[in-house]
């Protein structure tokens, strides 16, 4: 996703910054949290200290945009949130955490709380989630191994259902036709 200015109307952190807002929490039907929130340095650090282990690898490039855009006054509330599940882990926005600790300023950001565990394996944090990062969420295979093991099972559910080519083009190979 790009996040510059999409709209001269669009709403920067420090728009946000210069106004007080007052504070507003909304419910969900499990009891959870959804709130804007102006998240420190300090905060995001402190944040990334209780992230659950299972959680795929961080992406730099999308952590160095992030940066770039907090310190040019171009980060933009999209409506991404950064989540914690019910025992207040953090379960998705570790990129945007990184990023805010980086770029040593704050960014306002929609925080939900009270996530079930359960969502973790649907969760759609706008970067695609592959097969070793599905595994390692599952907890079916070490974060070291995820992306072999992941692989190898493409690899092999492609050889069981017959396909191959598909098969063949994952390991270099060829089916001779």
């Not at 804007?36 to 995001?44: D, G, I, L, Q």
């Not at 040019?72 to 991404?80: C, I, M, Q």
């Not at 493409?154 to 089916?175: E, F, N, P, Y």
Request: aromatic share 6%.
């Amino acid at each position: 996703m790009n996040r510059e200015k999409s709209a001269a109307s669009a709403v920067t952190t420090q728009d946000f910054a210069s106004s007080t807002p007052s504070p507003s929490i909304a419910y969900g039907p499990g009891q959870e949290t959804a709130e804007c929130v102006f998240v420190t340095p300090e905060m995001a650090v402190a944040w990334l200290a209780v992230n659950i282990d299972r959680t795929r690898n961080m992406r730099k490039s999308r952590i160095n945009g992030y940066v770039r855009d907090i310190q040019s006054a171009r980060w933009v509330v999209t409506g991404e949130a950064i989540k914690f599940d019910t025992s207040g882990r953090l379960i998705d926005g570790q990129n945007r955490c990184q990023a805010i600790a980086a770029a040593g300023q704050g960014a306002w950001v929609l925080v939900v709380r009270g996530i079930s565990e359960d969502a973790l394996v649907v969760l759609d944090s706008g970067a695609a989630r592959n097969t070793g990062d599905m595994l390692v969420i599952t907890g079916l295979a070490d974060r070291a191994d995820a992306k072999d093991v992941g692989a190898i099972a493409r690899l092999h559910t492609a050889w069981t259902h017959g396909d191959v080519k598909q098969a063949a083009s994952h390991i270099g190979g060829s089916t001779g036709s």
